[in-house]
């Protein structure tokens, strides 16, 4: 069985300054790993996706995440913020055999001028 | 392409009633997931489709919650009879192949009173 946890619920932070949101899995098998940003009334977008390879992944509107086997991690960057990257934003996990994708709690990103 | 549509955006029923939600995948994707997010929370998984068979219903509660995908393409999701704990938004995704990201429609909001 997989899980996923996001360890920080909201995280306020001023424009231009980085963030990182957090995100660690469990799996006993192979896993894809994903980022999601989720705007108000609306359904979840891709942000960026791990498969294999390079464990440092480019995604849509300057964000980034790094995969560490090791410590289980995909952590989610950005360099400097825009008010409209105000958002929740989901961590997921999916198998490689049956494609069962399992979500965090996600963490709600508000960028304040 | 088209995006995944689902219908209603919102409905409000009184708890014991019945309600049914729709969606109609993208064209081509053979896996359709039905997830469950409660407000504040991560979007959980309720059942996933591969083509018109079931793959995954492990956290569908049976007593209440029924779906079905007739000829492998739309689908629909039933609640009867709906609990006060059953409000959330119902989102549909699809999945073109095994290493693609899921395809959200905007989720249907239900509000049991």
């Known amino acids: 069985a997989q899980s996923v946890t996001q360890l920080d619920s909201q995280v306020p932070v001023f424009e231009e300054a980085p963030v990182e949101l957090r995100c660690n899995y469990s799996?006993?098998?192979?896993?894809?790993l994903f980022w999601y940003v989720q705007y108000p009334n609306q359904g979840l977008q891709l942000l960026l996706k791990y498969l294999s390879g390079s464990t440092l992944v480019k995604g849509i509107n300057g964000f980034e995440a790094e995969f560490n086997k090791s410590q289980t991690s995909f952590h989610l960057r950005k360099p400097s913020v825009h008010i409209s990257d105000t958002a929740e934003y989901f961590c997921?996990?999916?198998?490689?055999?049956?494609?069962?994708?399992?979500f965090g709690a996600g963490t709600r990103l508000f960028v304040k001028a | 392409e088209a995006g995944v549509a689902q219908s209603p955006r919102y409905k409000i029923i009184e708890k014991r009633q019945s309600v049914a939600f729709w969606c109609n995948p993208i064209?081509?994707?053979?896996?359709l997931y039905w997830y469950q997010q409660i407000l504040g929370q991560g979007p959980k998984l309720l059942i996933q489709?591969?083509?018109?068979?079931?793959?995954?219903d492990s956290q569908l509660p049976k007593d209440r919650f029924s779906a079905e995908r007739l000829k492998g393409v739309d689908s629909t999701l039933k609640i009867q009879p709906a609990k006060l704990e059953d409000s959330a938004v119902y989102l549909c995704a699809s999945l073109e192949r095994g290493n693609s990201p899921l395809h959200f429609g905007n989720g249907t909001r239900l509000t049991v009173t």
């Open positions: 799996s006993s098998v192979s896993v894809y």
């Open positions: 064209s081509g994707h053979a896996t």
């Open positions: 489709f591969q083509n018109n068979g079931v793959v995954d």
């Open positions: 997921a996990v999916s198998d490689t055999g049956g494609f069962k994708t399992i």
